[in-house]
């Protein structure tokens, strides 16, 4: 257990419909960042946030949204799914803002978009 | 960040040293060497990182050259368990790790 809490697990859902995914952070930690895997993308960086604010942007596409709440936990909003929207889904939790060591990331979101 | 370069797979034997080799050739004086691994669709494990000095803890060793070009990742003695892809990336402290293709090794019985 990293201490990273990604919930749900996995998740099925129809073309069009909207997602929400969660991510609790290691205790202390107050950077969250989002990532997606897809078979042929690899992982791709999405977005960050730092204590409550956006921190860096990445690919994340405008369909989707992000945001960290004053617990910390934050969570990733996916509109108007896509087929091409099926991946996995990793939150990561650094200490800081610009942290000198890497960070942890959870076990992840499978979504599947049908 | 600077862009790394890996070999796409590599074998290795049960019990032997796995060396697992990365070229960043345009790494700037302010950038880390992090390796990272991922086995099978769990999220990315943080093994190691060092800037300029050779650095080993209880999963690896991380060996960098002096001209800080190129880099090995070293698990000393490969498990079944070590089957993983692994991911060597470069960045400054407070930059996003940014991953590419990373190496899928195959540890065999």
């Known amino acids: 257990d990293s201490g990273v809490t990604q919930t749900p697990k996995h998740l099925i859902t129809a073309t069009g419909q909207r997602v929400t995914l969660r991510c609790s952070p290691r205790?202390?930690?107050?950077?969250v960042y989002w990532y997606q895997q897809s078979l042929d993308q690899g992982l791709q960086f999405l977005i960050q946030y730092y204590n409550g604010e956006e921190r860096a942007k990445g690919n994340i596409l405008e369909r989707f949204s992000a945001q960290q709440f004053p617990d910390l936990h934050s969570e990733l909003n996916l509109s108007s799914l896509e087929l091409g929207d099926s991946a996995l889904y990793f939150c990561?939790?650094?200490?800081?803002?610009?942290?000198?060591?890497?960070?942890?990331f959870g076990s992840g979101t499978r979504l599947t978009v049908v | 960040d600077a862009k790394t370069t890996q070999p796409p797979s590599m074998d290795c034997a049960e019990g032997r040293a796995a060396n697992l080799p990365c070229n960043h050739s345009?790494?700037?004086?302010?950038?880390?060497v992090y390796w990272y691994r991922q086995i099978h669709s769990q999220g990315p494990q943080y093994i190691i990182h060092?800037?300029?000095n050779n650095e080993t803890n209880e999963m690896a060793s991380l060996i960098i050259t002096e001209d800080r070009k190129s880099s090995t990742l070293i698990l000393p003695h490969a498990t079944l368990r070590d089957t993983a892809v692994y991911y060597c990336?470069?960045?400054?402290?407070?930059?996003?790790?940014?991953f590419g293709g990373g190496t899928r090794v195959l540890v065999k019985p």
């Open positions: 345009t790494i700037s004086g302010n950038e880390y």
């Open positions: 990336i470069v960045r400054a402290a407070g930059n996003k790790l940014t």
């Open positions: 990561a939790s650094g200490r800081q803002a610009e942290s000198f060591y890497g960070y942890t």
């Open positions: 060092g800037l300029k």
């Open positions: 205790s202390g930690d107050l950077s």
